[in-house]
């Protein structure tokens, strides 16, 4: 089994970029796609990207996704944060019928 | 428009069952793979199990492994959970969620249903 491992939390004012990391040690992501969902308190998760990069419609291009096979890692980065992003951040891979989320982010825009 | 329902969950003691249901429309149930995913109150993300679109493959985690059956029922454009043996560590909200394909995510979740484990 393989572990995602993200910081706990992050913020940054409104506006402003954020960058959110997801890490594998074992090289599994760079074989397989990263997604990353966003759950806002009591409420249910949301995918804002699939396949490391791709945007599913109605997420708005201020959320972009991107893998350093170099680092094996993933991130997402939020541009023009709003408070509306305000929210828990999972990324997710998978390898061998395994399907692995990251511990979460928790975005906070102050 | 994809929609998801949970229902079924419930206060039950530990070592009782509960039968989870995920109800869907909006799209071709039957072409597709499913699955449940967990969180422990104030807790991340776990993946729980899937079924595959043709019921022939189903996948666990070690966690609920020899305990949780998934199933489905594609005249009902539904899938199940069966849980048996329940622990209090299995309390958590659990979604359905539909599988967008080829390992890329999970695209369309419900809204949950809780699952409480306790005497």
């Known amino acids: 089994n393989f572990m995602l491992t993200q910081p706990h939390s992050v913020s940054a004012s409104p506006g402003r970029t954020v960058v959110i990391s997801c890490t594998d040690n074992t090289g599994t992501i760079a074989k397989n796609y990263v997604q990353w969902y966003q759950q806002r308190p009591g409420s249910a998760p949301t995918s804002v990207i699939y396949?490391?990069?791709?945007?599913p419609s109605g997420i708005p291009d201020r959320f972009s996704g991107s893998f350093d096979r170099s680092s094996n890692s993933a991130s997402l980065t939020i541009s023009e944060l709003k408070t509306e992003d305000e929210a828990d951040y999972y990324c997710?891979?998978?390898?061998?019928?395994?399907?692995?989320f990251g511990g979460g982010t928790k975005l906070t825009v102050l | 428009e994809v929609y998801l329902m949970e229902s079924g969950g419930a206060v039950v003691q530990p070592g009782g069952s509960l039968r989870l249901s995920c109800a869907a429309s909006?799209?071709?149930?039957?072409?597709?793979?499913m699955h449940w995913v967990r969180q422990r109150p104030g807790k991340g993300l776990e993946w729980v199990s899937l079924?595959?679109?043709?019921?022939?493959?189903?996948f666990y985690a070690d966690s609920v492994k020899g305990r949780f059956t998934i199933s489905r029922d594609d005249s009902r454009s539904s899938v199940y959970l069966q849980m048996n043996g329940l622990r209090t560590e299995d309390t958590a909200f659990y979604y359905c969620?539909?599988?967008?394909?080829?390992?890329?995510?999970?695209?369309?979740w419900g809204q949950g249903t809780l699952v409480t484990v306790s005497s």
């Open positions: 969620a539909k599988d967008k394909g080829r390992y890329t995510g999970f695209d369309y």
């Open positions: 396949k490391n990069k791709e945007r």
């Open positions: 997710q891979s998978y390898d061998k019928g395994d399907w692995v």
């Open positions: 079924i595959n679109w043709n019921g022939d493959d189903r």
């Open positions: 909006g799209f071709t149930f039957g072409d597709y793979t």
